[in-house]
């Protein structure tokens, strides 16, 4: 009985154990998993460990679209503060907005354009016209600024990442991304957010965040994930992309916190005309 048992196992159990041990290391770079978090709404969070290519750098920006409906704004005029309406929204596809400002940008080359899923309603995807850079830019409904929030601090704590296949490479995004920004209202102002931003893989990325007395409200939460914040705010702000477009340059040229957050204000100013020391005073880096 015990030799036909053992004849048996061997003919459901072909395959040698070394095919196992590549089949895991294989699946170590691929591998995803989806956790469900309690709060509120109950969103998810996406763990991706992958290979990108790192010679292919990324800057992923998250914009919450501004709406009047489902954000704690002043209310805006009701053509730019639709958030469900990329095309003509403030942060997007308005003068200044994300979309229309990098796509003008001699800078700047966009190379894809698709709408991803409900919450996401446009992902942009920019190629630096000099540097081996790009920029991937998600337009997420006004609705779901909570999520907006919440995939983007979970990208500086390296516990959501993801890839894309760009030009015949693998670009890192997310978590895997170099620097992670996020433009829009502070909605911090009006909920709480569920689960850790606890750093889990002790790299330590590089963030912007362009929202309404944005250091007061997401410091906890940096300094969780471990992020170095190099341009955030200390009161009240239009966050266009002017200041965006201007710290990026810095960054892509190596440049010091203080020479980012230098040009960031001074962008500010060109357009807000709110003066070099307001601009100095409201944008600020590090912790």
């Known amino acids: 009985m015990r030799e036909n048992l053992k004849k048996m196992t061997r003919q459901l159990n072909p395959i040698p154990s070394r095919f196992f041990l590549l089949f895991f290391l294989f699946s170590s770079c691929h591998h995803s998993v989806q956790e469900n978090l309690t709060g509120q709404d109950k969103t998810q969070k996406l763990t991706s460990i992958v290979c990108a290519d790192p010679a292919l750098k990324c800057i992923h920006v998250f914009v919450a679209l501004c709406d009047n409906k489902y954000q704690g ?30 796509k003008k940008s001699k800078d700047w080359k966009l190379i894809r354009a698709e709408k991803l899923n409900k919450k996401v309603l446009e992902r942009l995807v920019f ?27 979970y990208s500086c704590a390296g516990q959501l990442k993801d890839t894309l296949h760009i ?68 009161g009240l702000m239009c966050p266009e992309a002017y200041t965006l477009h201007a710290a990026i340059a810095g960054y892509i040229n190596n440049e010091s916190g203080e020479s980012i957050r230098m040009l960031a204000a001074g962008a500010y100013d060109k357009y807000q005309k709110c003066g070099i020391p307001f601009s100095k005073r409201l944008l600020v880096t590090g912790n």
């Open 73 to 102: 704004i002043v209310p805006v005029p009701a053509k730019i503060g639709n958030g469900q309406d990329p095309d003509n929204n403030l942060y997007w596809g308005s003068g200044f907005g994300v979309r229309t400002f990098f």
């Open 127 to 153: 190629r630096h016209v000099s540097k081996k850079y790009y920029l991937v830019a998600d337009a997420y409904d006004g609705e779901f600024i909570k999520q907006t929030t919440t995939d983007f601090l």
């Open 167 to 234: 030009d015949g490479g693998i670009l890192g995004i997310n978590g895997n991304a170099g620097l992670l920004a996020y433009i829009g209202h502070d909605g911090l102002m009006d909920f709480q957010l569920p689960g850790s931003f606890q750093n889990k893989d002790h790299v330590v990325r590089k963030c912007i965040i362009l929202a309404c007395v944005s250091k007061n409200y997401f410091d906890s939460f940096v300094k969780s994930s471990k992020a170095y914040p190099l341009v955030w705010t200390t």
